[in-house]
């Protein structure tokens, strides 16, 4: 006879096949019933627009695989694009790839607005070999004239065909940074999430609210926690002046990987 042996308990033992005799089924199968469900949401999760309670929703709809979601309508446009694109989303970007788009978005940038400032942040600024995406941070030194710069540029990047689709694109707001708080910008998409999270802590108990649009003195009564956008920012304009405000040691960009 031969003997299957799953999660310590042997199909054999006398404990397992009164229990099959007695209820009809056996709990630690329904056990492994519940993690293919899980296994299942948390795929549908990892395609791109996809949340939690979505993946749940295409789960009780009867979807197993992700070709059962490729044949459902009710899908936005986001989450079509995410399943056509899953394996290259997915796939990490090798640093010389974003290395090389960062010099054609530099150039194309300087086409459209010359002296713009066109930096790859996130994990390729912290020196890493691959790159789960590319964030980009954008400015101006002038002050001004980056106000319209971002749609001219998708524009331009789409005609080229470097842009092809759309996951997200917001036309309501400004995203690029104006020159005197694009500093806190740069700190906050060089990450890493670790690191911002002890600089906005120590922000805190200084008595600021930091984040990538910059520091807030927080209002009394709240216990500190809370600023108010519009209030009076601290004007810095290097990262070490903002390591410095902080009383935090400064790190070199490939030095934030905490
Ligand atoms: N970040 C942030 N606020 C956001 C989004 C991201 O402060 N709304 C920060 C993250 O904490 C991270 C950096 O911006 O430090 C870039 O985010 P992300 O691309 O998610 O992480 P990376 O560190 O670049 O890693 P990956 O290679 O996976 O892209
Ligand atoms: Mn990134």
């Known amino acids: 006879m031969s003997l299957v042996v799953w999660s310590g308990l042997r199909y054999s033992d006398p404990r397992v096949i009164q229990e099959i005799i007695t ?9 492994f019933e519940i993690d293919e469900k899980v296994q299942t949401i948390s795929l ?9 309670a979505t993946a749940l929703k ?8 992700l070709d059962d979601l ?14 056509k694109y899953f394996d290259d989303i997915r796939q990490r970007v090798p640093r010389h790839e974003v290395q090389e788009m960062e010099q054609i978005l530099q150039k194309v940038g300087e086409d459209v607005l010359p002296g713009v400032i066109i930096i790859c942040g996130g ?3 912290r020196g890493k070999a691959t790159c789960g995406d590319i964030d980009i941070i954008i400015t101006h030194p002038d002050g001004t004239s980056h106000k319209g710069f971002l749609p001219k540029f998708v524009k331009c990047l789409k005609d080229m065909n470097f842009l092809r689709e759309d996951l997200i694109f917001s036309t309501h707001s400004e ?6 708080i694009y500093t806190f910008g740069l700190v906050a998409w060089t990450g890493n999430d670790v690191l911002n999270r002890r600089l906005r802590l120590q922000a805190e108990s200084r008595g600021f609210r930091l984040d ?15 600023g108010t956008k519009g209030t009076a920012n601290m004007k810095l304009y290097t990262e070490r002046e903002v390591f410095d405000f902080l009383g935090f040691p400064w790190l070199e960009p490939h030095e934030r990987n905490l």
């Open 70 to 83: 490729r044949n459902d309508d009710s899908l936005t446009n986001a989450q079509k694009l995410g399943l």
């Open 212 to 226: 990538d649009t910059g520091f807030f003195p927080a209002i009394q009564g709240s216990g500190g926690k809370r």
């Open 175 to 180: 995203e690029v940074y104006p020159r005197d």
């Open 23 to 31: 209820t009809g089924k056996l709990s630690k199968l329904e056990h």
């Open 44 to 52: 549908f999760g990892e395609v791109w627009g996809v949340g939690p």
């Open 123 to 125: 994990s390729y600024r």
């Open 58 to 65: 295409l789960y009780d709809k009867g979807h197993r695989t």
